[in-house]
């Protein structure tokens, strides 16, 4: 059976994104006017603290625009709190059609893609990689993840779709690997999302592979950074699935997003690529240097008009809070969304569990004491992931609830937005129970 070997999640009591109590007042929530009314509007008046931290940071302008969304189950429209606009010289607001840059919140949906290949039975989630593609049947593995490729040893155990989803195959990323593996990852173009056409200080340029297959055989080249189902190792892993999705279905991955997510979904405006007639609803993209903005991705002059050589199933696309709220939508009504049923209910409800192998050790890493499902963060009944550029993305299924942060600068560690925004969450909730009697 495809789904062999499923383990129950062991969740711990951590919210999504850290420790705390987000979103952890469902009665009270139940209670709020924006639960049953159909179109969408701002509900500033309903979340006072999380309003108040998006007037902070774009009026001291830190950021160009702080958005946040908030979908009530089944409900068709997100509600808003926040605003801004595209960019500091562009005077147009954003809303929920505005484009934005969600880089690792691609992630759930190359997962979700996987899932319904398993669902299909053209995958087993714990299927041996190398059945798919040979190329990566007798791996080597670093004795030191830092040291020379030279002194490696065989993998004890195959990798297997399940390690891939979860970030437990062994493999590196350009923003984890160090040592030579690191330079071999640059040398051989193993990149993933995209950031800008021009250098960035700091940041040294790569070419990327020629195509997604190109890059998947040679990183079948290079050894693993560690054991397969040992550790928890934030890696290029999810890009991979990006080509296991090709070999899979026959279908060229982006074309294989469209058909079987996007179209189905109604994601209208989500792509590798901005049409150029769409570049006028891109925000720009801000590098934060020494605590103030830099262009780094203008709208008018973006990358992302470019179609990518390598579309990066870890990073690649661009969305709009509608779009993304959709599949959100979409995973909260267990795969079905309006009267289109995208995705089977097992499929939704394996992959948003914690699918990590017992074997792994999660101590030290992002997501240590918690659990990861298909690609986002499986945890309390809650599923979801945040991209590169301040962006958030999540459901939880306790609640019936889906929300979403919406802002683009980089690195996220430059401001403590996604800290301020769930102690904001967290303070417009106890308020709520307090004035219910809760």
Same mark, same amino acid.
């Given at each position: 059976m495809a789904y062999r070997n499923f383990a129950q999640a062991d969740i711990s009591r951590r919210s999504l994104?850290?420790?705390?109590?987000?979103?952890?007042?469902?009665?009270?929530?139940?209670?709020? /006017?924006?639960g049953r009314e159909l179109l969408a509007h701002d509900v500033s008046e309903a979340w006072p603290n999380v309003a108040a931290m998006a007037e902070k940071y774009v009026s001291e302008r830190k950021v160009a625009n702080l958005l946040m969304t908030f979908g009530w189950g089944q409900q068709e429209h997100a509600h808003t709190v926040g605003g801004g606009t595209l960019g500091f010289g562009n005077p147009r607001d954003v809303d929920v059609d505005s484009l934005y840059r969600i880089y690792s919140m691609t992630k759930p949906v190359t997962g979700m893609a996987i899932m319904?290949? %398993?669902?299909?039975?053209?995958?087993?989630?714990?299927? /041996?990689?190398?059945? %798919?593609m040979p190329q990566f049947r007798d791996m080597q593995v670093l004795i030191d993840p830092e040291g020379s490729l030279d002194n490696v040893e065989p993998a004890k155990t195959p990798i297997t779709i399940r390690h891939l989803l979860t970030h437990t195959a062994g493999l590196g990323y350009l923003i984890t690997s160090k040592g030579p593996l690191l330079d071999a990852y640059r040398e051989n173009g193993l990149v993933g999302g995209r950031v800008s056409r021009f250098p960035i200080p700091g940041i040294p340029p790569v070419t990327p592979a020629p195509n997604l297959e190109v890059w998947a055989d040679r990183l079948a080249t290079l050894p693993l950074m560690v054991q397969p189902a040992t550790k928890w190792i934030y890696s290029c892993s999810i890009d991979l699935l990006g080509r296991v999705i090709e070999v899979a279905s026959g279908k060229d991955f982006e074309t294989f997003?469209?058909? $079987?997510?996007?179209? /189905?979904?109604?994601?209208?405006?989500?792509?590798?690529?901005? /049409?150029?007639?769409?570049?006028? $609803?891109?925000?720009?993209?801000?590098? %934060?240097?020494?605590g103030f903005p830099v262009p780094i991705d203008p709208a008018a002059g973006t990358i992302y008009t470019d179609a990518p050589k390598v579309p990066s199933g870890g990073g690649g696309l661009v969305s709009t809070p509608a779009d993304y709220d959709r599949f959100?939508?979409?995973?909260?009504?267990?795969?079905?969304i309006g009267n289109e049923q995208v995705m089977g209910e097992l499929a939704v409800r394996v992959g948003t569990s914690n699918l990590l192998p017992k074997t792994v050790d999660t101590a030290g890493s992002w997501i240590a004491g918690e659990g990861h499902g298909a690609g986002g963060r499986a945890t309390n009944g809650t599923f979801g992931w945040g991209g590169a550029a301040g962006t958030l993305g999540a459901v939880d299924f306790n609640l019936g609830l889906r929300a979403a942060l919406?802002?683009?600068?980089?690195p996220t560690e430059a401001y403590p937005i996604r800290d301020e925004?769930?102690?904001?969450?967290?303070?417009?909730?106890?308020?709520?129970r307090d004035a219910r009697g809760m």
């Open positions: 994104f850290r420790g705390g109590t987000y979103l952890a007042a469902g009665a009270a929530l139940s209670t709020l /006017p924006f319904m290949l %398993i669902d299909d039975g053209l995958l087993g989630l714990d299927q /041996p990689l190398h059945d %798919i997003l469209k058909e $079987r997510i996007f179209e /189905p979904c109604g994601m209208n405006s989500t792509w590798m690529t901005v /049409p150029e007639s769409e570049k006028g $609803r891109l925000t720009d993209n801000y590098g %934060i240097a020494a959100l939508r979409m995973l909260l009504g267990y795969g079905r919406w802002t683009q600068y980089m925004y769930l102690a904001a969450l967290e303070a417009d909730l106890k308020a709520m």
